[in-house]
Nanobody
Framework: QVQLVESGGGLVQPGGSLRLSCVDSGDLFSSFTMGWFRQAPGKERELIGSINWSDERTYYPDSVKGRFTVSRDNAKNTVYLQMNNLTPEDTAVYYC??????????????????WGQGTQVTVSA
C-alpha cells in the first residue's frame, strides 16, 4: 500500500527556490513511478515531472523543463521536487502521486492511483 505525505511548501519570492519532499510510508515505494502534479485555482491538475522506478529516467513538460528537477531516494522512500527560478505562475498546490506505469505512458492524473494530500506553494513578493 502506498501512503504519500508531501512537505516543503511555503511562501517564496520570485526567482527563489524551493524543494518539496514526498515520503511513502509503505514498503513498495521502489516499485512505483513517481510523479509531481500541481493545481492552481481554476485550472486543471497538471503533471510537472515524473521519475521511473526502474532506471530513474525523468520526464518534464516544457513549462518547467530546465527549472524543476525530480529525484528519488529509494532507501528513504522519498521523492523530491527541486524548483528553481520560481515565478508567480508557479503558485499552486503541489501533489506527489504514484503509478505502476512508466514515465512514457503516465501523464494524466487518471494514470496515477495514489496521491498525497498536497502542499501549497506561493510565489509572491
Amino acid at each position: 500500500q502506498v501512503q504519500l505525505v508531501e512537505s516543503g511548501g511555503g511562501l517564496v519570492q520570485p526567482g527563489g527556490s524551493l524543494r518539496l519532499s514526498c515520503v511513502d510510508s509503505g514498503d513498495l515505494f521502489s516499485s512505483f513511478t513517481m510523479g509531481w502534479f500541481r493545481q492552481a485555482p481554476g485550472k486543471e491538475r497538471e503533471l510537472i515531472g515524473s521519475i521511473n522506478w526502474s532506471d530513474e529516467r525523468t520526464y518534464y513538460p516544457d513549462s518547467v523543463k530546465g527549472r524543476f528537477t525530480v529525484s528519488r531516494d529509494n532507501a528513504k522512500n522519498t521523492v523530491y521536487l527541486q524548483m528553481n527560478n520560481l515565478t508567480p505562475e508557479d503558485t499552486a498546490v503541489y501533489y506527489c502521486a504514484a503509478t505502476l506505469d512508466s514515465i512514457t505512458t503516465a501523464f494524466s492524473p487518471d494514470d496515477f492511483g495514489s496521491w498525497g494530500q498536497g502542499t501549497q506553494v506561493t510565489v509572491s513578493a
